[in-house]
């Protein structure tokens, strides 16, 4: 386009060819403004591309935190059940005991 412009202009008048050069201009100025467009669109790509991965990251962070917090939750909830039992086993032998004592002084 630019050049069926500029070989109108080399044929036509002075007036042609300052109307070809302005439309060179625009078009020029057009597709800088076209490119840096572009530009900025990439930009955004490539910001919204790490963006994702960063909450690809934290999801898997997060999953992996919720695991061992579940792991730890069920830990805890057998060693609470394990000191109970021993602690209901050490009451029965003090009881046991306290009935032994109780007897021999019977005696």
Known sequence: ????????????????????ARLTE????????LNEAAGKMRD????????QQA?????AQVTKLTEELAAVSAASQSAREAQQAENKSR????????????ARADL
Not at 55 to 59: I, V
Not at 93 to 102: M, P, V
């Open 91 to 102: 009451a029965a032998s003090i009881e046991a005991d306290i009935q032994s004592e109780r």
């Open 44 to 51: 955004l790509l490539t910001a919204m591309n790490v963006l």
């Open 26 to 33: 625009q078009l020029k100025e057009s597709d800088d403004r």
């Open 1 to 20: 386009l630019t050049a069926d412009m500029a070989s109108l202009g080399t044929s036509g008048s002075a007036e042609s060819n300052e109307n070809v």
């Open 55 to 59: 909450k690809s990251d934290s999801d």
